[in-house]
């Protein structure tokens, strides 16, 4: 998606007009937006969560390449454009930092493997698969709702996933405290009073 972006829009903006400094300075626009994203993504993605930061990264890109479809814009409002879809691009790389959590540590290696092929095989693909529909004569802003349709698909994937793993961590809270349960029995009393030095409450 990203390099699909940053490969091609050169050639968009130029076939639509712009000189190419002009094409070339807006496509800047979108590297800009990774920097100003990724270091603003890393702050706040502790307190959110990788996939709620993963989700509005995605829905950033989504609603900012749908604009540069429904606007007949100057090119400094196309860049500012770029430049937003530039910023939820940035979260991208959180996606294979998600790997780390997503799947059991048993399965990480592995997971985390096949999750970095298809990231990369994504990366390869996506440029060759936008350059063959402009070659086949799909219009430029076209392009643009291709990759808006990817990223919202991509958003509610990781809202998806972000509910499931939610799910399945309270699932395993209350396993545990059952397992405490059983382990402690009916002779003692799980919780302890604050003021007992570590006696279970109840005891003298």
């Known amino acids: 998606m990203f390099y699909l972006l940053l490969l091609w829009t050169p050639a968009v903006l130029h076939a639509s007009g712009a000189a190419p400094a002009q094409a070339a300075a807006a496509s800047a626009a979108l590297s800009a937006g990774v920097i100003v994203g990724g270091l603003t993504m890393t702050g706040i993605v502790d307190r959110f969560g990788m996939e ?28 500012v454009l770029l430049f937003v879809a530039g910023i939820g691009a940035a979260s991208q790389g959180g996606a294979l930092a998600l ?18 092929g298809v990231a990369r095989t ?22 643009y709702l291709a990759v808006a349709a990817v990223a919202l698909l991509a958003a509610l994937s990781a ?21 405490i349960a059983d382990a402690c029995g009916d002779g003692c009393d799980i919780r302890q009073s604050s003021g007992s030095g570590g006696q279970p409450a109840g005891s003298s």
Do not use: K
């Open 159 to 179: 809202a998806l996933l972000g509910r499931v793993r939610a799910a399945q961590g309270r699932r395993c809270s209350v396993l545990a405290t059952n397992s």
């Open 99 to 116: 790997t780390g959590l997503a799947y059991p540590a048993d399965r990480r290696a592995t997971g985390a493997g096949w999750a970095i």
């Open 52 to 79: 709620r930061v993963l989700a509005l990264g995605f829905s950033i890109v989504a609603a900012a390449t749908l604009a540069m479809v429904g606007l007949d814009a100057p090119l400094w409002t196309l860049a």
């Open 122 to 143: 994504g990366s390869i693909a996506g440029p060759i698969l936008g350059g063959a529909l402009l070659a086949q004569g799909l219009a430029g802003r076209q392009l």
